[in-house]
């Protein structure tokens, strides 16, 4: 299988609630003091912060973040997950530690990514702009990927992405092809053949999600069948 091609994702600055400017790669927004970035989940925030680890910046998750004591000393912290360490946190509290550990190493330049619905909007940005004073924050929207994009991801998971895709979208699942995850997912379930409906491409593809890919886990959880983790999920799903 070919080296999958580097894909140039494209942004767009938020500039209002629903108002977005014309879309631009990261680099465009880098001379920003301060960048958030935003997606829906599988969007591939973390691909694209780690390729920004380069010219002297360094990358957290945002809870290591938080307990990093230590001035990393870097030209531009990258915080990754901002959602996941605020998991629980309605009162923005998370954000405001994190504000203050950048305040206690000097305020330097950060790029930081949030799920869309994780992010409180306004309320947050207060909190950057007006109580820290990252004037220049720049609050940008991760897109969906283009169809030439999709063949690049898929290039990671068949010898046959152009196939792949065509397939796809002449079987109506355009929507599947904008999400490097979902592409990715649906790669991984049509590798034994196409199933004849959508409905058992769905069940594959919960059978690719449900079974265990981290061999240390698929240890711990060798009596836990594929079957018995969908019914717990769609118990899960049906109950909250």
Partial sequence: MANPTPIKRRLSLIKAPGERSQSSDIDDFLQHKAVVILAEPGMGKT?????????????????????QEVSPNAAAVLIDGLDEARAGDRHGSTLERI???????GLPNFVMTCRSGDWFGEIDRTRIVENVGYDDLAIVQLLPLSREDAVAVASAFTTKPEQLIAEAE????????????????????VKSGWPATKSDLFRQAIAVQAAESNDVHAQVAEDITVSEVSEAAGAICATY
């Avoid at 504000?99 to 190493?105: I, N």
């Avoid at 002449?170 to 379930?189: I, K, M, S, T, Y």
């Fill in 47 to 67: 691909v694209l912060l780690r390729s920004l680890e380069v010219f002297g910046r360094r990358y957290f998750r945002a809870r290591r973040f938080l307990a």
């Fill in 99 to 105: 504000l203050g550990k950048l305040e206690a190493f």
């Fill in 170 to 189: 002449r079987r109506g699942l355009q929507e599947l092809l904008l999400n490097p995850e979902l592409v990715r997912l649906l790669a991984d379930a």
